[in-house]
């Protein structure tokens, strides 16, 4: 069998050859734009909006850096899945052992959960600014976005692109309109970008900055969504597709920084100028808001938070498609990882409102940020080593130069990260004595810590030649084929028309050497409680039917048993192949599909599972 593509659903789906020019860019272009919506979503506002409000400009230079540290690891990411062909976690669980996947899909799973979180809170605060609902039951809404991913993944690709895109649209035009409104000083927001030193607080808030730009699913997502672009895979064609997603890249992150940016100028003019210094909470910057500036204001900020809550969820479920998929060769139907995503992101809202009131959640918000850029260093570890490997990337491996930015990004991030952590705990130790923090928080972050050592390390001293991604192991060579003469067969009948078939394809099988077993269950309600000592009209029925059948195979120079069994179809059929070693067993496929079948469940499913002998399926 063929190894699984990366969200094989589009996989491919948007042809690049037949198009010249800028039209032939324009069809590479898409991919970032939904990769950007990560760097946009309601957990960059929470972080930009309290930056602005209590330093001012003073963290616009963060917010740069983080912009320019995620343009080059997004495009390492697109490069690795142009180049290989692979997302990063099917590329990660090729180039680790088995038992560090399991961990690794835990760690990107909290992220995209913490990231969910965000969309949520974002989404729920937004509709409570615009139509007045209470936060709990804007939670309660969310679960059925999961309806509105599946509606556009049908649709496909271009239809979903264009949907973020238009999304991303609504959000960037509404704060180039607030920009207008705030009137910002462009002397203060040039000296925001000169770096300063950071500690406590505005080290918290500058971590949750890059927690909410580089997003650790992101990285995922884009290696997996440039394989949705068909172009001929020589070495001129790779080249071109690295230099147009690259573009793709550039022009999306631009925007994405336009809008963060944005939204701390516009925290920092309206609030902290005004000696509003501690507006953490969205809801508190939309109360100033239309205190300060009226009501167009605040409504444009609503809507945007709305239509970035939106678009954010839609990308979210696909990384977690892709690390599912990846680091675990496990694939469940998008509505249902979806659905678990969502229910295991609603869960800790839900318990931060009934618990501490609605207030929290703009705590909750910094928190899943912050969460985002401690699991940064699991997802570019790898992304680094992997594009840095000439014998898989070939021509196309980093430069050098490219490599040590890669490092030294790694390296800062990472350093931030292990100072906010040993920061966090002084404090808990300082002020909450607890039991918990040495039993349990401790001991867990050490092991986190050898962990994110051991993803580092590996690469540089294992020459062990790993599998490729190949799912179901490699093709086995065919040897001289004998034919089988099965000497027992087993057919499953019904007594409808189907049966014909299913009889007529049993006796190709065996001929007239084999010796046919007749099976049919009796399903009645007396049957499945009195087993062999009911003799109602429909056992007494079936077993003349049998018998008839039996009479017209002798006839025809054929030898066969009748067989009938009672209650549990499956068990009952795989309980008389036993007893009477059979060794292939036909059975007639049931004409039900879709919902009959997850209704009544699937016979030949069941038996499959519960005989050691081959199956025969019949149409």
Known sequence: ??????????????????????????????????????YMDPGNWATDIAGGSKFGYQLIWVLLMSNLIALLLQSLSARLGIVRGLDLAQASRNAYPK??????????????????????????????????????????????????????????????????????????????????????????????????????????????????????????????????????????????????????????????????????????????????????????????????????????????????????????????QIIMEGHLNLRIQPWLRRLITRLLAIVPAFCTILFFGDDALGGLLILSQVVLSLQLGFAIIPLIHLTSDKKEMKDFTIKTWVKVLAWMSAVAIISLNIKLVIEEISGWIATADGWYIYVIVIPMTILIGLLLLYIFVYPLISKKQRMGNIPHGNALEISNIEKINYKKIGITVDFSKNDRNTIRHALIQGGK??????????????????????????????????????????????????????????????????????ELLVMGAHGHKGLKDLIFGTTVDSVRHKVAIPVLIVR
Not at 118 to 143: K, Q, R, V
Not at 247 to 274: H, M
Not at 294 to 311: E, K, N, R, T, Y
Not at 551 to 560: D, I, R, S, V
Request: proline share 2%.
């Open 1 to 38: 069998m063929s190894q699984k593509q990366s969200l094989s659903e589009v996989h491919e789906s948007v042809a690049t050859d037949k198009r010249k020019g800028w039209r032939r860019l324009m069809a590479f272009i898409g991919p970032a734009y939904l990769v950007s919506v990560g």
């Open 513 to 582: 050497d084999a010796h046919y077993h007749l099976i049919h269950i009796v399903e009645t309600a007396a049957a499945r409680y009195h087993g062999k000592t009911v003799m109602d009209h429909e056992t007494q029925s079936d077993t003349e039917n049998l018998e008839k059948y039996q009479q017209n195979l002798a006839e025809l120079g054929y030898k066969a048993t009748p067989h009938i069994g009672f209650g549990g179809t499956a068990k009952a059929i795989a309980e008389i192949s036993n007893q009477n070693n059979i």
């Open 99 to 320: 038992w560090v996947n399991f961990p690794l899909f835990i760690l990107a799973q909290t992220a995209i959960i913490a990231c969910d979180l965000a969309e949520i809170i974002g989404m729920a605060i937004g509709l409570n600014l615009l139509f007045g609902l209470p936060l709990i039951w804007g939670i309660s809404i969310t679960i059925f976005d999961t309806v509105l991913l599946l509606f556009l993944l049908n649709k496909g690709m271009r239809k979903m692109e264009a949907f973020i895109v238009s999304m991303v649209f609504i959000v960037g035009l509404s704060f180039l309109v607030e920009m207008f409104i705030v009137e910002p000083s462009l002397k203060e927001i040039a000296k925001g970008f000169e770096p300063s030193l950071l500690s406590g607080e505005a080290l918290y808030i500058a971590i949750g900055i890059i927690g909410a730009t580089v997003m650790p699913h992101n990285l995922y997502l884009h290696s997996s969504l440039v394989q949705t672009r068909k172009f001929e895979r020589d070495n001129k064609g790779i080249k071109e597709a690295i230099k147009f997603n690259f573009i793709d890249t550039a022009v999306a992150l631009n925007l994405a920084f336009f809008v963060n940016a944005a939204i701390l100028i516009l925290a920092a003019a309206a609030f902290f100028k005004n000696g509003f210094h501690e507006v953490a909470e969205i809801q508190d910057a939309h109360r100033l808001l239309s205190n300060i500036f009226g009501s167009v204001a605040p409504a444009l900020f609503a809507i945007a938070l709305i239509a970035a809550g939106q678009s954010s969820t839609v990308t979210g479920t696909l990384a977690g």
